[in-house]
């Protein structure tokens, strides 16, 4: 087992929520995200604001960190979100594969 298998709590910069991701993937997580480390969907969401606004990562991330605040204060809208990561997670190993 390299340093790179060691699992860590990493905990989500935006919505708080927090995933156990080997070293690896939390600096190159970090790396792409200005020093923050985002969940999966945060990371979806973040690329979709970027897309949409056409701004830079930073930008986005603070975007959807708003968003975030906005949403966790509507009950439907953190439902939903439980929901998607639900689905996220059940879809991730796959997705891991075709990652760098
Ligand atoms: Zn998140």
């Not at 390299?2 to 929520?17: I, P």
């Not at 997580?29 to 945060?42: E, N």
């Not at 949409?52 to 979100?81: K, Q, S, W």
Request: contains cysteine.
């Amino acid at each position: 087992m390299g340093s790179n298998e060691v699992l860590k709590r990493a905990e989500c910069g935006c919505c708080g929520m927090w995933e156990e991701c080997t070293l690896g993937y939390i600096r190159w997580v970090k790396q792409r995200f200005a020093g923050t480390w985002v969940c999966g969907l945060c990371e979806e969401a973040i690329k979709d604001e970027q897309a949409r606004l056409g701004v830079g990562v930073e930008a986005a991330l603070r975007v959807h960190a708003t968003f975030v605040e906005t949403a966790n204060a509507d009950p439907a809208i953190a439902i939903a979100r439980s929901i998607l990561l639900l689905l996220k997670k059940k879809s991730r190993r796959s997705n891991l594969v075709r990652r760098p």
